[in-house]
């Protein structure tokens, strides 16, 4: 069983930096392919960014390229996301999830397995 636990969020100023953690309590993740969706108060849940098993091919949302760094630590069954020059558009729910298949990457549908989530608030 993969239980997902997402930390790091909190509140930022417009600008500012927060690096979120998702760390696997269950099964080891290194096999799985990773990634982090939010969703903001009245819509649907988007796709951020997401990393394959091996770390070998990254994926990023339009939005969030240039400014968000996906990494993954598999010795330790931690995903990463590195957010940089935040935007109050990027106030969400951040949700990290998992799949055993890599391909369809952006597609939240996709992934089984997912965390609880973590606010990340940026105000302006």
């Known amino acids: 069983q993969v239980q997902l636990v997402e930390s790091g969020g909190g509140l930022v100023q417009s600008g500012g930096s927060l690096r979120l953690s998702c760390v696997s309590s269950?099964?080891?993740?290194?096999?799985?392919?990773m990634g982090w969706f939010r969703q903001a108060p009245g819509k649907e849940r988007e796709f951020v960014a997401a990393i394959s098993w091996s770390g070998a091919d990254i994926y990023y949302a339009d939005s969030v390229k240039g400014r968000f760094t996906i990494s993954r630590d598999n010795a330790k069954n931690t995903v990463y996301l590195q957010m940089n020059s935040l935007e109050p558009e990027d106030t969400a729910v951040y949700y990290c999830?998992?799949?055993?298949?890599?391909?369809?990457?952006?597609?939240?549908?996709?992934?089984?397995?997912w965390g609880q989530g973590t606010q990340v608030t940026v105000s302006s």
């Open positions: 999830a998992a799949k055993t298949f890599e391909g369809l990457m952006r597609v939240e549908s996709m992934y089984p397995y």
């Open positions: 269950g099964r080891v993740i290194s096999s799985y392919a």
